[in-house]
């Protein structure tokens, strides 16, 4: 149970694997006015960089499952680095079926809403393990404009324009699941940027060490189009966002 090789290598440097920034995931945790010993639960954890970060600013506690034996590890590091080895803590496991054995103040899943089968399955099952009143916290892409046709849709490397919603729509299907939106940060440009070009120099330096791998050649073919695929569809159509939620 891991990741496929290819997904490690391309975010081999990032500590955030979404497009979030250090300064946005800062000024989300902030927005939350979260107290000291919130418990929290972060389902797709990546390299922990959330918990990491919000356990040294904001004293909060908590755990991270990742299904990534690379990012775990690189969590459990970054947790050791920050100093905060001592309130969170990293599981190696299969999201989709984790529920904390006790009510957690914060449950998260910040950009993998497919352990859920999408947005209403990952909010069900998020709030399995969420006290009454507590907080829900979903990473999800949206669409920035309508989708002009299937070329695009596919070059934002969805299947159709039915796999995301624009942003009224995505807020409107939040309250029809029965949540107030209560925050929200979302990302720009400039910060898609941050983790997708950051991906292609991830690529092509291990490209250069690793010629006779057997990925080089699928690398290769990423580094050839990815830019210009980014650059001409994704850019422009794709936003991304972190939601929090309560129930009404």
């Known amino acids: 149970m891991d990741l496929p090789r290819i997904f490690t290598i391309r975010e081999s440097s990032h500590r955030i694997h979404n497009p979030f920034t250090p300064g946005k995931l800062a000024t989300l945790g902030q927005a939350l006015r979260l107290a000291p010993g919130t418990r929290v639960l972060d389902l797709a954890s990546g390299s922990g960089e959330m918990l990491c970060t919000w356990a040294r600013d904001h004293g909060v506690t908590g755990t991270g499952v990742d299904i990534s034996t690379v990012f775990t590890e690189k969590a459990r590091a970054r947790a050791t680095e920050l100093g905060v080895a001592d309130q969170v803590t990293f599981v190696h496991g299969d999201a989709s ?4 054995d006790e009510p957690v103040d914060l449950a998260a899943c910040v950009g993998a809403t497919w352990i859920g089968g999408g947005v209403a399955g990952t909010v069900e099952l998020l709030a399995s393990s ?18 002009p046709d299937q070329d695009t849709a596919t070059g934002c490397l969805a299947r159709s324009e039915d796999d995301f919603l624009v942003l009224p729509e995505l807020i409107a299907q939040f309250g029809d699941l029965g949540y ?3 925050e929200m940060v979302l990302a720009d440009q400039d910060s898609w940027d941050r983790y997708q070009a950051a991906q292609w120099l991830n690529l ?7 010629p006779d791998d057997e990925l ?4 290769r073919a990423e580094l050839s189009t990815e830019p210009a695929r980014y650059v ?10 972190v939601f929090a939620l309560m129930v009404r």
């Open 130 to 147: 969420l006290r009454p009143g507590g907080l829900m916290l979903i990473g999800e892409p949206y669409w920035r404009q309508e989708v």
């Open 232 to 241: 001409r569809y994704q850019r422009e159509h794709l936003g991304w966002g």
């Open 180 to 182: 107030d939106v209560v």
């Open 204 to 210: 092509r330096r291990w490209l250069d060490g690793n």
């Open 216 to 219: 080089a050649a699928e690398v």
């Open 97 to 100: 079926g984790h529920r904390s």
